[in-house]
């Protein structure tokens, strides 16, 4: 059965910190994906990774960064959280085309 | 500039009836077409696709239906059940591998 995990449900992070988001996901995929999710937003892509050590720019990546050193995780990094990134973090990864397998999410507040 | 619009923000439809959920797109490039189905405090999970070679996909009581000339597509549940309610993402791809995703439907059905 296809598991994408990701390291915590909810995190609760105070302002300039650096917050590590991890997702590990058990299927052998090439392709994984961080979004989050904003009421009225919808999902934004943040960073993808096509590949070991490779990565592009989603839509947003400002105050992000990624790290992919192993084919099944794939980490989201917050150099240094601000409150505006509150917000519902989700990753994914790729399955056949355009079929993403999402983890559950991590609900992140900065305060 | 939002590539994929789903312009009801929220649904309310009758147990037994059918829901249409609706979705348009701007890009001419987007071959394919998926619709994810998200509970709350859990990641979206893939529903349905489309390709842009068909204009009709079923699955069970779910069913696609794509317009390419008027670059639009919906999503018909036929019946609706109340575990039919949560939030309806439309996605569209092509040209790359990332999705691009509508800000949702949030879709009630009443008992």
């Known amino acids: 059965d296809v598991k994408v995990t990701q390291s915590s449900r909810y995190l609760v992070k105070r302002t300039g910190e650096k917050v590590f988001l991890e997702c590990v996901q058990d299927m052998d995929h090439e392709n994984m994906f961080w979004y989050r999710q904003d009421p009225g937003l919808g999902l934004r892509l943040i960073y993808f990774?096509?590949?070991?050590?490779?990565?592009e720019k989603g839509d947003i990546p400002e105050g992000y960064s990624v790290s992919r050193e192993k084919k099944e995780r794939f980490s989201l990094i917050l150099e240094s959280a601000s409150t505006n990134q509150t917000s519902m973090y989700l990753c994914?990864?790729?399955?056949?085309?355009?079929?993403?397998?999402f983890g559950p999410g991590t609900r992140l507040t900065v305060t | 500039d939002q590539q994929v619009k789903q312009n009801s923000p929220s649904l309310s439809v009758q147990e037994g009836r059918i829901s249409i959920l609706n979705c348009d797109y701007t890009?001419?490039?987007?071959?394919?077409f998926l619709w994810y189905k998200k509970y709350p405090a859990e990641g979206p999970t893939f529903l349905i696709s489309i390709s842009s070679i068909k204009d009709k996909n079923e699955d069970g009581r779910f069913t696609v239906f794509l317009n390419k000339s008027a670059k639009h597509l919906s999503l018909h549940i036929v019946p609706s059940q109340p575990g039919d309610s949560a939030v309806y993402f439309c996605a569209a791809m092509g040209g790359s591998e990332k999705l691009v995703f509508g800000k949702g439907t949030k879709l009630t059905v009443n008992p």
């Open positions: 994914a990864s790729w399955g056949r085309r355009g079929e993403q397998y």
């Open positions: 990774s096509y590949d070991v050590k490779m990565k």
């Open positions: 890009n001419s490039m987007f071959d394919y």
